[in-house]
């Protein structure tokens, strides 16, 4: 069975400081995808972020980088120089890389951690 | 362009009530997705639809939840003589069907919610 553990319920930071959202997952499969999304208060879950199983070269957008390492079954987000509008709930997410022919594969998430930024 | 639509945003129903929750995914996606969102957790996996489908139902928690998709676009969710276990977040998402490579490659993009609350 699939397991995406958020261990940090709440990070509250002061604007302009780094952050660090840990994310840990437990897969039997070889070949996955790991997921970040945000969640902010109006609701609608945004992707940010798609990352399989055979890259685990880091990613730098803008302010935004991920640490994917799979030897430690980690894929850690990080905010440099966090704003106000990066408040908001973030999660981790696990899909199964299925064959084409089922068509499909569903999100295994984590609880969620939730941002808060202060000016 | 137009993302997914829930509707209605927000419902409150008395313990007993039945209730359907609308979801429009984007236009010519063929793969939609419903899952729950409790408060303070992540999303859970509730059934999947390709086309009017319904290729999965193992997320569904009780024979009180149903959902139908009879025209390959639109679909509802209805939840059958509520309880307030069943207050929570309703998500539904959409996506591509995969047309080379491996399904858990598809992207799925969220609608805002329904937040149902039931008394």
């Known amino acids: 069975a699939q397991k995406v553990t958020q261990a940090q319920t709440e990070i509250s930071v002061v604007e302009k400081e780094d952050v660090t959202l840990d994310c840990v997952y437990e897969?039997?499969?070889?070949?996955?995808?790991l997921f970040w999304y945000k969640q902010p208060p109006s609701g609608e879950l945004v992707f940010l972020i798609r990352r399989n199983s055979f890259d685990e070269q880091n990613e730098i957008s803008g302010r935004y980088s991920w640490n994917f390492q799979k030897s430690t079954s980690s894929f850690n987000f990080t905010i440099t120089a966090s704003q106000v509008v990066d408040s908001a709930v973030y999660f981790c997410a696990l899909s199964e890389a299925r064959l084409v022919n089922s068509g499909y594969s569903t999100l295994t998430f984590g609880k969620g951690t939730m941002l808060l930024v202060s000016p | 362009g137009a993302g997914v639509s829930q509707s209605p945003r927000y419902k409150v129903a008395k313990r007993g009530q039945d209730v359907a929750l609308r979801c429009d995914p984007i236009s010519g996606h063929v793969s939609l997705f419903w899952y729950q969102q409790a408060l303070g957790q992540g999303p859970e996996f509730l059934t999947y639809f390709q086309n009017e489908a319904q290729l999965d139902k193992s997320g569904l928690p009780s024979d009180r939840f149903f959902a139908e998709r009879p025209e390959g676009s639109v679909s509802t969710l209805k939840i059958q003589r509520t309880q307030q276990e069943d207050s929570a977040v309703y998500l539904c998402?959409?996506?591509?069907?995969?047309?080379?490579?491996?399904?858990?490659?598809?992207?799925?993009?969220f609608g805002p919610g329904t937040r149902l609350t039931v008394l």
């Open positions: 897969t039997r499969d070889t070949t996955y995808y």
């Open positions: 998402a959409s996506s591509q069907v995969p047309g080379q490579g491996l399904a858990g490659y598809n992207e799925q993009f």
